[in-house]
């Protein structure tokens, strides 16, 4: 079982800057990888970011060159950097991580990201 809290959403004009954090609990053993995903309204979910525990990184074309996603494995913590923030990027942001299996298993409660132009 492996439960994610996120955090750092809220409210940012564009071409500022946000990072957001999830802190990982549980068996943190069994988490193959972690990203971000975003739903907007009326949107679908979209996979923003991915970093693998061999480190392998996959990102958005959306928001290449804008966004990091990075980890801290001694606090168990993961991040999104999102810099040259576009109004477009307003939704809610999901941490997610990817089991044994590598399903999506596991899922964090969301924090709102609101660009305002």
């Known amino acids: 079982q492996v439960q994610l809290v996120e955090s750092g959403g809220g409210l940012v004009q564009a071409g500022g800057s946000l990072r957001l954090s999830c802190a990982a609990s549980?068996?943190?053993?069994?988490?193959?990888?972690m990203g971000w995903y975003r739903q907007a309204p009326g949107k679908q979910r979209e996979l923003v970011a991915r970093?693998?525990?061999?480190?392998?990184?996959n990102y958005a074309d959306s928001v290449k060159g804008r966004f990091t996603i990075s980890r801290d494995n001694a606090k168990n913590t993961g991040y999104l950097q999102m810099n040259s923030l576009k109004p477009e990027d307003t939704a809610v942001y999901y941490c997610?991580?990817?089991?044994?299996?590598?399903?999506?298993?596991?899922w964090g409660q969301g924090t709102q990201v609101t660009v305002a132009s």
């Open positions: 997610a991580a990817q089991g044994a299996k590598w399903a999506w298993d596991y």
């Open positions: 970093i693998t525990r061999g480190g392998i990184i």
């Open positions: 549980g068996s943190i053993a069994s988490i193959n990888a």
